[in-house]
């Protein structure tokens, strides 16, 4: 674990100023991400795999942050989006409790939206894709955040925690699918590098 952190601070120093390299960077980590969460959630037990899980996914999304605010980024959405998901997986590193750990993996699934950063780059097919994600397991994985939330007995954080991510994160998604609404149908309106 100690070299996956040391080659993502290693990456995220390389990636900075280049917004093509940042693609490349976000759909690598996304896809490991995703891997790992479709692994784990088939394959092994969920709970012994969640301390490196959430450091993965904290290592990851604390540099990407930090990119982001040193780039200056117009995107408060993707920030809010960020600094969410550290408090989350901060918490759920936290705890050792089954459904935590499941949902810990789940939540990963939603990493599909960055996975084409580059490859489908200054293309109608991004949008595309992300709004396929958006609605069919994004939203599913929110709905599913407000569903447990009512079903278990958890602690106060955990409940602040659930409730607030089928809150906060559909409204984020929302955001982002008005968003796009607006782009023009030939091509994703980008600055190329």
Request: hydrophobic residues 50%; positive net charge; proline residues 3%.
């Amino acid at each position: 674990m100690r070299l996956f952190i040391s080659i993502q601070m290693l990456i995220s120093c390389m990636v900075y100023g280049s917004k093509k390299r940042l693609d490349i960077y976000r759909s690598m980590n996304c896809i490991a991400l995703v891997m790992r969460a479709v692994y784990c959630l088939l394959y092994t037990d969920v709970q012994k795999s969640l301390i490196d899980t959430c450091i993965m996914y904290i290592t990851y999304t604390s540099l990407d942050f930090l990119l982001l605010l040193l780039s200056h980024s117009k995107r408060p959405e993707l920030l809010l989006h960020h600094a969410f998901t550290i408090f989350s997986y901060v918490h759920l590193y936290n705890t050792t409790g089954y459904n935590d750990a499941y949902i810990a993996h789940m939540f990963l699934l939603a990493e599909l939206l960055s996975v084409f950063n580059l490859i489908l780059r200054h293309t109608i097919l991004l949008i595309y894709w992300r709004r396929m994600v958006i609605i069919f397991i994004r939203m599913p994985i929110w709905i599913y955040m407000i569903y447990i939330h009512t079903q278990l007995d958890q602690n106060f954080t955990s409940k602040i925690l659930y409730k607030s991510a089928g809150i906060l994160m559909p409204i984020l998604d929302i955001f982002f699918l008005i968003k796009t609404l607006s782009y023009p149908r030939i091509a994703y309106p980008m600055v190329k590098n």
